[in-house]
């Protein structure tokens, strides 16, 4: 045995051809002698000191793990293997494991695989030969024990979290009680949590397994026979408190069902009085949360009266100070100025052009070049006065390439509208203009999301996302730029007769 | 108004808190009731006693104190011009819910913050009361975490810490500018200087921690914030460079996002749209990247687009592993610890078991695939003894063959 690294080192791989799936060890030896394998009794099903001392021994006797069976007393014992003494130790020098194996070790032992003593006593062989065993893990019998392992903290942690208590008078004193089902032998394990954080409460805990109680009087910890659920009491006032407190904190506009499940299986709800809950809070959420936008567009206020406290003119005003700074696209690169859009915070009608053009990105207000006059002009006739409009553009930088000195007006693509849409809508929802009108495409493309013809919508209003309504029609460049004079003499004609559909509709919604 | 009972006011102010992000209870120091007059215990990991339908973890009882405020920040359901029901604990029902909570275990402790009410200090008074209850009539032990008020007197805000195990003052929006629209009473000065007040006491409680072991353990689990995602022009390039100021100047526990909900009653100055919680997933796995996988603020935001926005298709480490593909594939069995924490797919605790294990064997795909979740992602970025991932690194349509399918993502996608 003293060459253990030549003739055990490889036990992983003796493990993994012998170790059927009963867990029965090395009943044959493929060349040597029949051996009648020893069978070894642990007291409990989490019994890691029982194990450590037979183990100890086994494994100073030299005793290979193919020649050990393990059970747990009470359960299904092995037909194979007798119950012998364990042969005097080999006489070679004790060793020590690594704490690491310890720890693992512990919790791996509190596992339900009926294989685990078999799997551990199998590694502990094998740190014998090799010190550093523990270290490689990749090795599949370190994976498959980590992950035991792992099992059975994540199984103590959600005891930890789903452990619910209930409060029962007895005899002049509390005590409280729960149910709870592990997958693992963890009862026991486990108490030592429930001391440290309930040391003054009298507390029980019911398993199947095992019955734990607490006693704060003479801070002891005693255990009983198994329980069902039925043992447990049934309810607790408090529940209603904190089924309140579940529904209230939860947040209708988030739902993220599977996020929920994967922390919380359902196998663990029946013992938790919140998750009867689950189900109708679920459903309810979507029609909660267009209520709650619902409600916020019944409350807002008319644009014309801002509500006490509000900060209309205070948002409105920041928020082209912040618009200043853009960045949202490169266009501020070349641009001389952000254009913000201008006009009362309580406007008839909210007007969205496409872009500032040269003069404009000089000046820093929108519609003040050729467009914006025959704007003006077309404004004057049908008897808007501009100053109660709100003057917009769907795009706040201009955009040009140079042609000699010149600064030559080019038209934004559809990723810098939509950049740049955010500013729009911010403007909005705060001035929330009962009637917007989108001068030309890009303007109808900002305020829809859409690449919509302006012939085909100029007739009738849309509405938008915010249930308001918006008229489409043309920009007043593209006016200036039809070169026939019929042509161009008509088409302002109906972009003046648009004029006064609007005019007359927002008389009619104001 | 008829007097309102601790149930409905429980539901009131509870809803009320439910914007806020942070529910950790971790962090703190090591301590049980064993020999104590009360209850309580907190082990350094946090436990998430229940799950809301939101995917959030339940920890602590989080609540406000009270909802109603003298201040009208626009993001904000308990602003002064909100119509929103209004209700008040007092300092003793806050104390009583918490301890029988606590004892029937349902939570870690308790989250509590409040509207402020008549002043900064009168409000900060009550907070502080509450944990000086709990700690000192009822000797209780759990979690506490107080959100103090920014200008409340420092004494006010150093007694919080005594009693708390986590302080933490919200920066409310990324930028100065969206602050000072939607928050128009709240300035970024007066906020970072509170939490500079604080990192100040912090460092001030450990030192006198090491001199004296009598020194009181001042706000154990350090201090935290939280902006709101999506109420501001911001871009998560500004978000993600904010972040990292803020940890680096305020060494700061943690940065919660809350990506911005359609509140009732809100104020006209708000988007109505669902929150992007797409995006508040991804500046989260952002944050991750910076503190545990030691990359830097300015490489996060080189994986951002030209916008400065991150992509919400594919995580942000798979992005800036696209666009740096010159650093790929990387040799499971070769590469330092830093090369190997930025393949895609590989976690911290991944890389540390290959690293453990690499001195024993010369890694294959299925070697890592065993210590992985999944290894379809990262194939095209590692070599093993008997993977190389010939010209797939360089294949222009890269992101198409790893990426996961459209619809998982139009589930949550804002």
Same mark, same amino acid.
């Given at each position: 045995m003293s060459d253990a690294n030549g003739r055990f080192g490889n036990s992983a791989d003796l493990f993994d051809s012998r170790l059927g799936p009963g867990g029965r060890a090395g009943v044959l030896l493929p060349d040597g002698p029949q051996i009648d394998p020893l069978k070894i009794t642990l007291d409990?099903?989490?019994?890691f000191d029982g194990w450590r001392d037979a183990a100890r021994e086994l494994v100073m006797a030299g005793v290979p793990p193919m020649s050990v069976v393990w059970q747990v007393r009470g359960e299904d014992g092995e037909l194979f293997g007798s119950e012998g003494a364990v042969p005097p130790p080999s006489g070679e020098p004790m060793f020590s494991v690594p704490k690491p194996f310890i720890d693992m070790a512990k919790a791996a032992i *509190?596992?339900?695989? @009926?294989q685990r003593f078999a799997l551990l006593y199998v590694l502990l062989w094998k740190l014998k030969a090799n010190r550093r065993a523990l270290d490689d893990r990749a090795d599949p019998l370190v994976d498959r024990l980590e992950k035991l392992a792992k099992e059975v903290r994540r199984d103590a942690h959600k005891m930890h979290a789903f452990v619910r208590f209930r409060e029962v008078a007895e005899e002049g004193d509390t005590r409280f009680v729960a149910f709870f089902e592990p997958d693992h032998h963890i009862a026991r394990r486990e108490a030592g949590f429930f001391v440290r954080r309930f040391s003054t409460m009298r507390w029980s805990i019911l398993s199947p397994e095992v019955s734990i109680h607490w006693d704060p009087a003479t801070d002891t910890l005693s255990e009983g026979p198994g329980a069902s659920r039925s043992d447990a009491p049934d309810g607790d006032p408090l529940e209603e408190t904190w089924r309140t407190y579940y529904s209230s904190i939860f947040n209708p506009a988030r739902l993220k069902v599977k996020a929920m499940l994967k922390e919380m299986p359902k196998k663990y709800w029946h013992n938790m009085p919140e998750t009867s809950l689950v189900a109708p809070l679920i459903a309810g959420a979507r029609a909660r949360e267009l209520e709650m936008i619902e409600r916020a567009q019944a409350n807002l206020p008319q644009a014309e009266a801002p509500r006490p406290g509000g900060n209309i003119e205070g948002a409105w005003a920041a928020l082209r100070e912040e618009a200043k700074g853009c +960045? !949202? *696209?490169?266009?501020?690169?070349?641009? +001389?100025q952000t254009v913000f859009g201008e006009g009362p915070l309580n406007p008839r009608i909210f007007f969205v052009g496409e872009q500032p053009g040269d003069q404009e990105d000089l000046a820093g !207000?929108?519609?003040?070049g050729p467009a914006g006059q025959l704007f003006d002009a077309a404004l004057e006739k049908v008897g808007i006065d501009r100053s109660t409009t709100y003057v917009t553009n769907a795009v706040k930088h201009f955009k040009f390439v140079l042609r000699g000195k010149q600064r030559i007006h080019s038209r934004p693509d559809t990723a810098e509208i939509d950049a740049c849409r955010w500013w729009q809508e911010q403007e909005r929802a705060i001035i929330r203009p009962p009637l917007t009108v989108a001068l030309g495409a890009t303007a109808a493309r900002s305020l829809t999301g859409k690449t919509l013809t302006i012939s085909k919508v100029r007739d009738a209003p849309l509405t938008l996302a915010d249930g308001s309504e918006c008229w489409v029609t043309v920009h007043p460049s593209f006016l200036l730029r039809i070169p026939e004079e019929a042509r161009r003499r008509e088409e302002r004609a109906r972009f003046v007769e648009d004029l006064e559909r609007i005019r007359d509709r927002a008389a009619a919604l104001a | 108004m008829a007097q309102l009972d601790t149930r409905e006011k429980l539901a009131i102010l509870a809803d009320a808190a439910k914007y806020d992000a942070s529910c950790a209870s971790s962090g703190t120091s090591k301590r049980n009731s064993v020999g104590g007059k009360g209850i309580g215990s907190t082990e350094g990991m946090g436990i998430c006693h229940a799950y809301a339908p939101d995917g959030r973890c339940i920890s602590l009882l989080k609540i406000l104190l009270t909802n109603s405020c003298i201040f009208d920040c626009h993001y904000c359901i308990n602003r002064k011009s909100s119509n929103v029901r209004r209700a008040r604990f007092t300092a003793q029902e806050v104390v009583n819910l918490t301890l029988a909570f606590y004892k029937r275990n349902y939570i870690e402790g308790l989250f509590l913050s409040s509207g402020i009410i008549a002043s900064s200090n009168y409000t900060m008074e009550q907070l502080v009361e509450v944990a000086r209850s709990l700690r000192e009539d009822h000797d209780f032990r759990g979690y506490i975490h107080l959100k103090t008020i920014p200008d409340a007197d420092p004494e006010l805000v150093r007694l919080a810490g005594l009693y708390a195990d986590r302080i933490s003052i919200n920066v409310e929006l990324p930028t100065a500018k969206g602050l000072q629209r939607l928050? @128009?009473?709240?300035s970024e000065p007066q906020i970072e200087g509170a939490m500079l007040g604080m990192k100040g006491a912090i460092e001030d409680g450990r030192d006198a921690r090491k001199k004296y072991k009598s020194a009181p353990n001042f706000a154990p689990a350090g201090q935290s914030t939280q902006m709101i995602i999506g109420a501001d022009a911001a871009t998560d390039a500004d978000i993600v460079g904010k972040a990292s100021t803020l940890y680096d100047r305020f060494s700061l526990r943690r940065v919660y996002y809350s990506a911005f909900s359609p509140i009732p009653d809100a104020s006209a100055v708000l988007p109505l749209q669902r929150p992007p919680l797409m995006r508040e997933h991804r500046l989260y796995q952002s944050d991750w990247l910076m503190r545990f996988y030691g990359f830097k603020s300015e490489e996060v935001v080189s994986a951002a687009d030209d916008g400065g926005m991150l992509p919400l298709d594919i995580d942000p480490k798979l992005a800036w592993a696209l666009k740096y593909r010159e650093y790929f594939p990387v040799d499971v069995n070769k590469a330092s610890r830093e090369q190997l924490l930025r393949v895609p797919g590989l976690g911290t605790k991944a890389v540390q078991r290959i690293l453990r294990s690499r001195r024993f064997r010369n890694f294959t795909l299925d070697d890592v695939a065993r210590l992985t979740v999944s290894i379809a992602k990262m194939r095209p970025f590692i070599i093993t003894s008997d993977w190389r991932p010939t010209l797939l690194t360089d294949k222009a349509d890269l992101k198409r063959w790893i990426k996961p399918e459209k619809h998982q993502l139009e589930l949550f996608a804002a």
């Open positions: 409990q099903p989490d019994d *509190c596992h339900s695989d @009926p +960045t !949202r *696209c490169d266009l501020h690169r070349c641009a +001389t !207000r929108p519609f003040v | 928050a @128009p009473e709240k």
